[in-house]
């Protein structure tokens, strides 16, 4: 028994976990990865002609960063990415019938194991987007155990291939520029920040959702801004920065950015008006099986410039007040009709909020609830504060 | 501070019970929960409980009545030779499956997020062999282990999971009780089979430094156990919502892959929170094992329990590695349901009222 048990825990020392080991050196880290429908030609960069694959439909770029250049760039002239120099990550590129298999023969072409497990984001070309349904694309993310749900999903005006291989000015690679980029949702409420977990819940509860949109300005730089419209999956649309800005007070999301609206005092300059916070309460009322929806809006926040001169007068700042209430209501009405009767798509959850606080009544008009969407009123009732004028009285 | 006489006092017993409720099943439980009653997962989990503790005050109250002796000797007192072998057999074979069960499942969970390559027969054969070593010392040191892991590993995995409450939308909680009581009452009787391990109150009163307090401890523990469960179902729910949880193999892991932050010192914190709830697999399977061994020795009137720790081992190892994949397992397990009603709940019940009416105990 003794020398049983001697055996048992001398094999537990040799058998434990060895199979698995990858050292750190010998790993690909993927930051980023993003999805497109494959080019028509296979004459395009990037791509093999394997005998066979020719038919494929997808096509799937990941970035990874080199860390060996990254380090002598940062020493060398401190903060990489200059013009002239080598953008310290390697984007790779290559089409396969199915997202796996794409990773899988990338094997072919590296001697790392890729590893997704530090994934920042997911760009989705808009081709693919617009044809393919969005959970089944998502379906080896959400399926592979490296991949966190809290990976950043976006779709690209574009090609997303495009947007991965940008330089961007200051960070050392897109991804890590696209994820911090999106950090900046404080400072202004022009773009949707979506991950992964979203996706997941939203489409597969069937529902509509606005997702962000990246493309690349005329300057040639990396531009998040405006959203997707996807509704059954797929991409239906977009959404303009204003828009998106409109949308996401009526879904309760603002955590920041600004109003610029005609000056009370002078028609002809402007004031603008930056908000700091903001709570969105949606009220839902029944007319037998015909809901409406009011939505009240408060915000507040500071005068950020004026072009009129003094701001110390209570009427100017409650006239302010109403002007910015005014723009805003306006905004918020023209959004919901583009999506009401525009794109058909519920994207700011209306069905989803009657669902949750008004099941009864939803269970009613649920399978109807397409047809009720179109032409259900809305009315927004926007409350702006002022609280603050800046440095100068 | 301990005596090596082969009993327990109170807190080794709270934490023995703690250490063996919590096992791979709670990682799976927000899924099954949520398939049957959406987003009211917290309010199912609840509900089972309520259910169980009848069951869970009959075994603890019937085992305070006969404090001298186990499962195996009571149940004969009270309904005869025959019927209490039956019985107690009966309690063997559920602690043999749960055994397997957790085992199984920690080997899936390790398969998919840990150790994708390393085969499952090793796995489980590295496993199986550090709870054989703490099995055969009995429940000293099983207990013991069952305290350190308690105080060090519980609160830690309870930090970490804490970690998801940013990301938790109140919203996802609701519709309430969209589909009425039904569901929930269902899924509530259900539940009662979630308290596998609290079958061990069958057979620990004997080692107990002061019995008398082991329905205080078991109420105790469970509650523990139940308000565990509750924060990481409702959290689990709040982050992924009902939806996420039914489409997640492990919904608690998938909440906490997507509490990502900027600036967070760790990433990855999915994979330190399955290394520490698998650790916490070790005290029950070790716990069942010791189970099964004290219970036939008992049955078949040996004075040691040790030798038949050995030969359970490869019962354990084939029924936990008999079904071929995932989908596969979680059919084969599922009749521990109405088996676990029937040990945890049915049975404790009648063994008591026969025994109060008949007055008989120690």
């Known amino acids: ?393 | 501070m301990f005596e090596n006489n082969n009993r327990i006092n109170a807190q080794e017993t709270m934490f023995f019970l703690i250490a063996a409720m919590i096992e791979v099943g709670s990682l799976i439980d927000a899924r099954l929960l949520a398939q049957e009653t959406g987003p009211d997962v917290w309010l199912a989990y609840l509900t089972g409980y309520v259910f169980a503790l009848p069951g869970i005050l009959a075994m603890a109250a019937l085992s305070r009545r006969f404090y001298k002796h186990g499962f195996v000797q009571y149940s004969r007192i009270i309904t005869g030779p025959a019927i209490g072998c039956v019985l107690s057999l009966a309690l063997a074979v559920y602690w043999l499956s749960v055994s397997a069960q957790a085992l199984r499942g920690m080997c899936e969970i390790i398969e998919l997020t840990l150790l994708d390559k390393t085969p499952m027969e090793v796995i489980a054969f590295s496993f199986l062999a550090v709870a054989i070593y703490i099995a055969r010392y009995g429940i000293e040191p099983l207990s013991r282990m069952s305290v350190l892991l308690g105080i060090s590993i519980l609160p830690l995995i309870l930090l970490v999971f804490a970690v998801g409450i940013p990301k938790v939308k109140l919203d996802n909680m609701l519709p309430f009780m969209a589909e009425g009581p039904i569901p929930i009452l269902k899924a509530g009787a259900k539940g009662i089979a979630d308290w596998e391990e609290m079958s061990l109150l069958f057979i620990i009163v004997p080692f107990l430094s002061k019995p008398k307090g082991i329905v205080k401890e078991a109420l105790y523990a469970s509650a523990i156990v139940a308000f565990i469960a509750i924060f990481v179902l409702s959290i689990t729910i709040g982050v992924i919502g009902a939806n996420g949880a039914k489409t997640s193999i492990a919904p608690p892991v998938s909440a906490l892959s997507a509490a990502q932050y900027p600036g967070m010192f760790i990433e990855r914190l999915p994979t330190i929170f399955i290394g520490l709830w698998l650790m916490m697999v070790l005290p029950t399977v070790a716990a069942l094992l010791w189970a099964v061994a004290l219970v036939l020795s008992q049955m078949f009137g040996l004075t040691e329990y040790k030798p038949l720790i050995m030969p359970l081992v490869p019962i354990i190892y084939i029924i936990a590695l008999m079904p071929q994949n995932i989908i596969e397992a979680n059919e084969f397990f599922r009749f521990l349901t109405p088996y676990g009603i029937g040990i945890l709940f049915i049975m404790p019940i009648i063994l008591y009222v026969i025994a109060a009416i008949r007055g008989m105990k120690d």
């Open chain 1, 1 to 393: 028994m003794k020398k049983l048990l001697a055996l048992c825990l001398a094999l537990m020392l040799i058998l434990t976990g060895c199979w698995d080991k990858v050292e750190i050196d010998k790993r690909a880290f993927v930051l980023g990865a993003a999805a497109d429908v494959a080019p028509e030609s296979n004459g395009n960069k990037g791509m093999e002609d394997i005998e066979g694959y020719n038919a494929n439909p997808f096509m799937l770029t990941l970035e990874m960063p080199i860390f060996r250049s990254m380090v002598s760039q940062n020493s060398g002239s401190g903060g990489g990415g200059n013009s002239g120099q080598v953008k310290p990550a390697w984007t790779y590129s290559s089409t396969g019938t199915s997202f796996f298999e794409i990773e899988r023969q990338m094997a072919t072409r590296s001697d790392r194991v890729l590893f997704f497990g530090h994934q920042k984001v997911l760009l989705i070309g808009k081709e693919l987007a617009e044809r393919h349904n969005l959970l089944d694309v998502l379906d080896f993310w959400a399926r592979d155990p490296e991949s966190t749900r809290g990976i950043k999903v976006l779709i690209a005006d574009g090609s997303a291939k495009d947007i991965l291989s940008a330089q961007p000015q200051m960070a050392q690679s897109a991804s890590m520029f696209i994820a911090d980029q999106l950090q900046q949702g404080a400072k202004t409420a022009r773009f949707i920040d979506t991950d992964l977990c979203d996706f997941l819940h939203k489409l597969g509860d069937g529902s509509s959702m606005l997702t962000g949109r990246i493309s690349i300005s005329e300057d040639k730089d990396i531009k998040i801004a405006g959203s997707g419209v996807i509704k059954d999956g797929k991409l239906l649309g977009w959404l303009g920065e204003q828009e998106t800005r409109a949308a996401q007070f009526v879904m309760g999301q603002i955590k920041g950015g600004e109003v610029v609206v005609r000056d009370p005092r002078n028609r002809a300059v402007t004031m603008t008006f930056e908000m700091y916070n903001e709570h969105t309460q949606l009220k839902a009322e029944f007319e037998g099986k015909r809901p409406s929806i009011a939505i009240e809006i408060r915000t507040e926040g500071n005068i950020a410039e004026v072009n009129s001169g003094s701001t110390a007068d209570e009427a100017y700042i409650a006239a302010c007040e109403r002007a910015v209430s005014e723009e805003l209501e306006k905004e918020i009405k023209a959004t919901i009709d583009k999506l009401q009767k525009q794109y058909k798509a519920d994207v700011l959850g209306f069905g989803s909020y009657l669902e949750k606080h008004h099941n009864k009544e939803w269970k009613g008009i649920e399978k109807e609830w397409d047809d009720i969407y179109e032409s259900m009123p809305v009315s927004v009732d926007v409350d702006a504060n002022i609280r603050r004028i800046g440095m100068k009285y």
